[in-house]
């Protein structure tokens, strides 16, 4: 791990699954039970939901918000979902531009949580011959990655471990600033609390957060731990993870 470095992490912007409720109005998570039974939730049937056009806007506006942090990333990570490869080549075009894409590491640790057609990625082989996603190095995707079993499976014991291995990766990097774009369950995860429970912070669209290494920590192989230094940009609104849509639904048909 280098001196004290900074783990910038970041929200994909809307996605197709996110839009099936009016989010702009509130946050999702200060609604009343009324306004949560008399609104039906439907996930995406799209497999690797992409970004919106609405989610393309949020993501492109999200760069000129964070120019500083634009010419100080020494590192690009990105969730190879498609909502990720969107979010990261708009939102940190600058820095990526300045690095080369071919330098943007494409880690299939940090997908999604749960295994919903949304929250599922594409092989290597169709996301190597999408024109949109030329340049990017997609080397580490294996044919297991999109499984859901084993270490990528939804269960909360393996999304604990692929987390652990996340932090752990993050803080064997020599790199000062590191970018990482991923998801907001698995963003929960991977800034999980001491006592190993997921941190309950609300991510929004494109929203960036810097976090940093507890001191101390990490030591020959040990546990490493975030915490969160400052809260930098979002250029969305808040939109539930699949996990909160989940919950809500069970709440709205009367399981809590």
Same mark, same amino acid.
């Given at each position: 791990? %280098? ?11 809307? #996605? /197709? ?19 949560? +039974? ?16 609405? &989610?393309?806007?949020?993501? #492109? ?11 100080? %990333? +020494? ?28 330098? =943007? ?22 996301? @190597?011959?999408?024109? /949109? ?5 997609? /080397? ?17 014991? @393996?999304?604990?471990?692929? @987390?652990?291995? =996340? ?11 590191? =970018?990482?774009?991923?998801? &907001? ?20 669209? @494109?929203? =960036? ?6 001191? $101390? /920590?990490? &030591?020959? $192989? ?10 930098? !940009? !979002?250029?969305? &609104? ?13 709440? %709205?048909?009367?399981?809590?």
């Amino acid at each position: 791990m %280098a001196p004290n470095s900074r783990i910038i992490l970041t929200r994909h912007a809307q #996605a /197709e699954h996110n839009v099936d409720l009016d989010y702009s109005s509130k946050p999702h998570h200060q609604s009343t039970p009324k306004q949560v +039974n008399t609104q039906k939730i439907t996930y995406s049937p799209v497999p690797d939901a992409p970004l919106t056009p609405l &989610g393309r806007k949020q993501a #492109a506006s999200l760069a000129p918000r964070i120019p500083t942090l634009q010419t100080q %990333a +020494n590192l690009i990570i990105t969730s190879p979902l498609k909502r990720t490869l969107q979010t990261t080549l708009l939102g940190w075009g600058p820095a990526i531009k300045r690095l080369g894409i071919s330098n =943007v590491i494409c880690l299939p640790a940090a997908q999604e949580c749960n295994d919903l057609p949304c929250d599922t990625g594409s092989s290597q082989s169709a996301l @190597a011959s999408d024109p /949109e996603f030329a340049g990017f190095n997609f /080397e580490r995707l294996s044919p297991e990655w999109t499984s859901k079993r084993g270490f990528w499976a939804p269960e909360p014991e @393996a999304l604990a471990e692929r @987390a652990r291995w =996340v932090r752990r990766f993050l803080w064997d990097r020599p790199e000062r600033d590191i =970018v990482l774009v991923a998801h &907001g369950d698995v963003l929960r995860r991977i800034t999980a609390t001491r006592e190993g429970g997921p941190s309950a912070y609300m991510w929004r669209n @494109a929203e =960036v957060r810097i976090f940093e290494f507890e001191e $101390g /920590e990490g &030591g020959d $192989g040990g546990e490493c731990w975030l915490f969160r230094r400052e809260d930098v !940009a !979002a250029a969305g &609104g808040y939109a539930p993870s699949s996990t909160e849509m989940d919950l809500d639904e069970r709440f %709205a048909d009367g399981e809590f």
